[in-house]
Structure formats: structure tokens, C-alpha cells
């Protein structure tokens, strides 16, 4: 991937700062929306929480599991049009969501969300990837996530706000946000392509031969597979113990409020003392404790104590792992090996969507309620062993 060798480093700061308002839309359009889906239909449209919990999974898999195919297609047909072909159908997508009623048109819904998410995703990590150095990069993305929390904390709140007229507004609203996206592409963002697209096998046969590369994708799976439990098991335990759907919009905004104040500030404060590696593995063994310490939350105060745990190890392991996977990429192939780091999401995000739900119901009902906090608790701590002594440390990261 490659910037143009005319673009001026003033056209280059324009991309950038397009980036983060097209980071600031993306991400508030999804926060409004995806942490109500499974309060709405679950107990508004009386589905069963193992089945939203597939259908998430749905969109997680298929997004996350296509995203290797958006990112070999930006590689050879350049970012801007596959991020314009992406939001678009993510804003369809979204829009649909507004009218299912069903199992089936949840499902289809999310497909179509998940298809535009699978093609906008790794070109618009190419993007920052191309437009940074790897002076800037670091600061970029801690400010890119920074961003991300203030649409964290807005998202959630304008998404209970709008649920006072109707879900439906909700949805509309959320596909409002990705269609806005499609024109700040076009309008903002300077033609990247890689300079002599490789062919499809040689840039595959890259990522393959990256030992290191493909075994920090393997063990952020566990990362991940904890980590999508914000979008589905506490949102239901928060209902259940704050007592009304509020409450799960007042754990969001904590969450992201802690984003906001703690991002760019942590991290810089971290990266004085600690290599990439272990900042990484900090953060996970944070986030996992906060987790684990659920299975000991009786009221609605714990229960966001241990949000606030949650949220400091994904602050540290969010910008660190973009940080780390951008610079371990061959820019030969910068998006196909951003589109394969997907697969983490994908396998792992999928696997702890359907476990969230399943598990929530079947230790509720056998009355094990400590059983899923624990088992997540385990897999986000041997997910951080596995970083400490498999993943090896590189100087350039």
C-alpha cells in the first residue's frame, strides 16, 4: 500500500483527520445500536438469548471472516472504493435490522451489516497504516481510539434516547451514520493502492510464511472471545441487575467515559516502561480479572466496578495490538495481512457470542451463575500466559 508520491503532507493530514471522523461515525453509529440489540430482541421480540447470541455470532464470523477478502481486494483495487461499497451495504444492512421480527430476518440483517463491515474494515486499517509512519503510528492510534471512546460514550446514550420513540429509529439512525461515511471517503480521502499489486497466491503465501504473525492471530483469538462479552453478557446481567434498560446504556457510557479520560494518557504513560509485548499482556490479564471478578458482583455497583477493570485492559490492549499488527505487516501485502489479523475476531469473536448467550441461560437456569464469568476469567488469563512466553518481542514494534 502506497501514498501517492505527489499527495503533500498537508493532503496527508487531511486524510488522517478524515480517518477520525470517519472513526468518530462508525464507531457511535455501531455503539447506538448493536449493545440494544440483544436487550430488544430478547425482551421485546421474546427471542431466546442463545439465538440473538448466533446471530451476533453470525455477524461476527462472517464480518471478521471476510475481512480477508476486503483487504486482498483493497490491495488490488485501492482503499476508497472498497470503504465507499462497504458502509453502504453496512448502512443497508442496519436499516433492515429496523424491520425483522423473526430469526431469519435478524439473521439476514446482520449478514448484510456483516458483508459491508468485512469490506470496509482492512482498508480503512490500510489507511491509517499507509498515511502514518512508524514515528506517528503509535500516537495515531492511540488517538484514533481515544476518538473511538468519545463515540463510545455519545453511541449508547443517543441509542437509549432514540429507543424512547421506537427501535426503529435506533436502526435508522445507526445506517445514517455509515452512509455519512461513504461521502467522507469519496470526498476526503487521498487513491491508495499498492504501487504493483502482487498476485493473490505470492501475497497469501507472505502472511503464511510469518510465523510470529500467524501465532499472535491464534492467541488474540482468546482475547477476543472474552473481550465480545461487553456486547452480550453484561448487557443482560446489567438489565438484570440495574432493573431496566438504562442501565445497560449507564454501563457503556462508564466504559467509554473511562476511554475518554484514560486512552491517550495510559498508554503513552505504559509505553515509557513496557515493550509492545508487555503492554499487551497487561492488558489482557487486566481485562480478564475484571471479568472474572463479575462471578462475585451482587448488585448493579459491583457489576460496574468490574466494567471499569474490564475497560482499563481493553485501553491498553486495543491500540497495542493495531499498533503491533500494522507493524508486523509486509506492505507489500499490507492488506491482506491486516484482513488475516481479522480472523482472530472472527473465530474467537464468534465462539464467545454463542458461549455468552448459551452459558448466561444454562448456569442461570441450573443455578451456576459464577460458572460463565469464571470460564471467560480462565481463557483471557491462559490467553495471556500464551502472549508471555510465545509471541516474540520485535525491536521495529
Do not use: K
Request: contains cysteine; proline residues 4%.
Amino acid at each position: 500500500m502506497s501514498v501517492p508520491a505527489e499527495l503533500s503532507d498537508r493532503a496527508r493530514a487531511r486524510g488522517l483527520n478524515a480517518l477520525l471522523v470517519y472513526t468518530f461515525l462508525m464507531v457511535s453509529g455501531f455503539a447506538m445500536l448493536m449493545p440494544l440489540v440483544t436487550v430488544h430482541f430478547v425482551s421485546n421480540a421474546g427471542l431466546a438469548a442463545a439465538a440473538v447470541g448466533g446471530a451476533l455470532a453470525l455477524r461476527q464470523v462472517t464480518q471478521q471472516g471476510l475481512a480477508l477478502a476486503g483487504g486482498m481486494l483493497a490491495d488490488r483495487f485501492g482503499v476508497r472504493p472498497m470503504i465507499c461499497l462497504g458502509v453502504l451495504l453496512r448502512a443497508a444492512g442496519f436499516a433492515s435490522l429496523a424491520f425483522a421480527r423473526e430469526p431469519v430476518g435478524l439473521c439476514a440483517a446482520m449478514a448484510l451489516a456483516a458483508l459491508g463491515g468485512a469490506l470496509f474494515e482492512a482498508p480503512y486499517q490500510a489507511a491509517i497504516a499507509a498515511l502514518t509512519t512508524e514515528q506517528t503510528r503509535p500516537r495515531y492510534y492511540a488517538l484514533s481510539n481515544w476518538v473511538s471512546g468519545i463515540a463510545s460514550t455519545a453511541g449508547p446514550l443517543i441509542g437509549v434516547a432514540l429507543l424512547r420513540f421506537d427501535f426503529q429509529a435506533v436502526c435508522l439512525a445507526a445506517a445514517g451514520c455509515f452512509a455519512l461515511n461513504c461521502v467522507i471517503a469519496l470526498l476526503l480521502l487521498p487513491p491508495l493502492r499498492a504501487e504493483a499489486p502482487q498476485p493473490a497466491a505470492r501475497r497469501l503465501g507472505l502472511v503464511a510464511r510469518d510465523r510470529p504473525f500467524l501465532l499472535l492471530t491464534l492467541l488474540m483469538m482468546g482475547y477476543w472471545f472474552v473481550a465480545v462479552q461487553i456486547n452480550i453478557s453484561f448487557p443482560l446481567l446489567a438489565e438484570r441487575l440495574g432493573g431496566n434498560q438504562d442501565s445497560v446504556g449507564i454501563m457503556f457510557a462508564l466504559s467509554a467515559a473511562l476511554t475518554v479520560l484514560l486512552q491517550y494518557h495510559l498508554l503513552r504513560w505504559a509505553e515509557r516502561w513496557l515493550a509492545s509485548r508487555q503492554i499487551l499482556v497487561l492488558g489482557v490479564t487486566i481485562l480478564a480479572l475484571g471479568v472474572g471478578a463479575v462471578a462475585l458482583a451482587g448488585s448493579f455497583g459491583a457489576l460496574l466496578a468490574c466494567v471499569a477493570a474490564f475497560s482499563l485492559g481493553a485501553i491498553l490492549v486495543r491500540p497495542t495490538l493495531q499498533n503491533l499488527i500494522a507493524s508486523m505487516a509486509d506492505r507489500q501485502a499490507l492488506g491482506t495481512f491486516l484482513g488475516f489479523s481479522s480472523l482472530s475476531l472472527a473465530l474467537g469473536g464468534a465462539a464467545g457470542n454463542v458461549a455468552g448467550g448459551w452459558l448466561f441461560e444454562s448456569a442461570g437456569a441450573a443455578r451456576l451463575p459464577q460458572l460463565p464469568w469464571l470460564l471467560f476469567c480462565a481463557v483471557g488469563l491462559a490467553t495471556a500466559f500464551g502472549l508471555a512466553r510465545l509471541v516474540p518481542a520485535r525491536e521495529a514494534a
